[in-house]
């Protein structure tokens, strides 16, 4: 097993920075504005320089310098710009598990046949992750989560990457304060003397199970390089979203509909190609005043048909009118499934998908022919005594 | 355009004396009639294009049936499925 984990150190003031580079040179000081009974959520290079640390009140941190540039904490937006990273990695593994914000593992075992060697790996996901997102990464390489964790906090601009056998020998000098155990636990270890990685994995493993139990028993084991935690495959987003602005505010619903019928067009071959079916569709409405307006549609039957899916739409909304000019629609297909089998009814059942396959068909044909050789059946006088007066052919029209 | 289905296709047919059917050429082979299985008359709309067909179903010597008719205005044979 070969495991990638990337970090992005101080991704708030990251993501800040970004937004306000006026503000690179500050001691920025995240969570809240001075008077505030809040605490410090992140802060710069330059603010953890002036005594300014973690979980401090942010009236400490004003008094520790007064200088600092305090912002209120924007988690959507860090989720948001972390999810971006995430979907960066899962284009090198589909093995990506986001362990708390801005820290990632990824499976890589088996990637060398794709991407080369694992120093290549890790220059094409730094560079990609500052390329698409601007956010500046460590990465740590090695065959185990723990380790490879350890590595990417330890690795400054270049990725550090650990060979099978090496990870006793990479932690032996490290502080314990690196072990995931409980404060209680690191304060008992260091009041016998003990300080290294290295001096914790010497110590008999009875003696640390008594002493400390499951989190000395991890210790030991983390202690030695010893990790078999799997990583674990975030679940893929639940909604496919699309939005389409106007450049004049519309206020008519045909041309809501057409507007929503395009998203649909969009949204409907992605959840076909995954394969899944939608229980719910979503509508934000957000108007030229700044007023914004959601909706939600539970489907009763899931669906992964467009024309199904805005005749409903066409049906939910018919007793509606807009209010004000709409500037923008956003339509998201929820709670997505499998697509499974379905009981098809015994008159109609399956006919409206044929009818849009030969709708299609039809379509095509008139394309590339000028005209369809498509006919239905139709019945003339069913009870005649006269056979050929039964039934007759006629040119389709499926299209009307 | 409306076209009707299962129009009366010609039919070779040789009868016997009482107008029955005892040979017919069907997929370009001459078969014998080995049963006629139905007889049976159609006379309609004679107030406007007479319609006056005789209707045999005949079982042939291979087995297979067919419905043939003798139009008593044109005197011809057609076969057709009903």
Redo the contacts between chains.
Sequence with gaps: MTILCLIIPHLPVQWELKRHPELAQAALVIGGFPHERKTVFDCSEKATASGICLGMTLRQASHRCPDTISLPVDEVGYNRAFDEVLDILNQFSPFVEADGLGRAFLDISGTEHLFGPAENLAGQISNEVIHKTGLQSQIGIASNKFVASIAASLASTRSLILTSGQERSFLQSLPIELLPIAPEATTWLKRLGLRTMGQVADLPINALDSQLGQDGLMAHRLAKGIDKRMVKPRPRPDVLEQSLSFDHPLVDMDALLAAIGSLLGKLVPTLRSRYQVCHEIRLRFCFDNGRAWQDTVALKTPLDSEQEMLSILKRHLETTSLPEGLAEVQLALARLGREFGRQSSLSTGTRSRQHEALQRLERDMEHKFGQSPL?R??E?DPDS???????????AHLNG | ????????RGIRVVADGHGSPTFVWFKRRQRRVARIRNIWR?D?EWWRQE?SRHYFELELSDGTVITVFQDLTSRTWCW???
Excluded: F, G
Excluded at chain 1, 385 to 395: F, S, T, V
Excluded at chain 2, 2 to 8: D, G, I, M, S, Y
């Design positions: 006919k059946v139709v003339l005594r006269i056979p050929e007066r039964r039934l007759a052919l006629m040119d | 355009m409306v076209t009707p289905l299962n129009a009366p159609i309609d319609i057709q499925r009903c």
